[in-house]
């Protein structure tokens, strides 16, 4: 049983505007979070991370939201640009654990 | 910068045949791992080392094995391949020691097997 998810498979926004990439997870002892990109034919790339201790992360034009009450983050990418066309996975882990969990991946595509 | 390099960017085998996935990092890396990724699944680990000669079976070990005889170079192994292994394989390092450790990816190694 997956224990993040990224239930939406892919996303298409206008330049300029928001993109919101969502993710939940299952198990309550997650404590740190993080968003990876990935382009084709490319290992992912670390993004931005969040500690449960936080409820928000910003850097630049990417922002991290974490709702632990609700077992929900989500990205917030503004404004979007085309070259943040890619697959933005979110990934979980507890504490003491050197290892992550993965969710399944959104593809984000960018219209000029 | 750290550097996750992965010998292979494709590879083509057999079905039966012995396959070896090598990864080398040069950040000096506590923490190697082996995921495949594949369409609606995301990334699954299939094994991680701790340490120099240490593993342990991640989510989807069946079929496969594992070698860390340095610090800087996690081995995967298909003893022998099926065509259910078709997948592309990432390697990733991370520091260790600390709670919060960021994994760095390799390129990938995209493995056909017919």
Redesign the interface.
Known sequence: D?Q?K?NS?SLSVQEGRISILNCDYTNSMF??F?W?KKYP??????LI?I?SIKDKNEDGRFTVFLNKSAKHLSLHIVPSQPGDSAVY?C?A?A??????Y????TKLNVKP | DVKVTQSSRYLVKRTGEKVFLECVQDMDHENMFWYRQDPGLGLRLIYFSYDVKMKEKGDIPEGYSVSREKKERFSLILESASTNQTSMYLCASSLGGTDQNIQYFGAGTRLSVL
Request: hydrophobic residues 30%; glycine residues 10%.
């Open positions: 997956q993040v990224q498979p404590d740190y993080l990876y034919a490319e290992g992912p790339t670390f991370s500690s996975f990934a882990s504490p003491h654990f050197n290892k992550f993965f969710g399944s991946g």
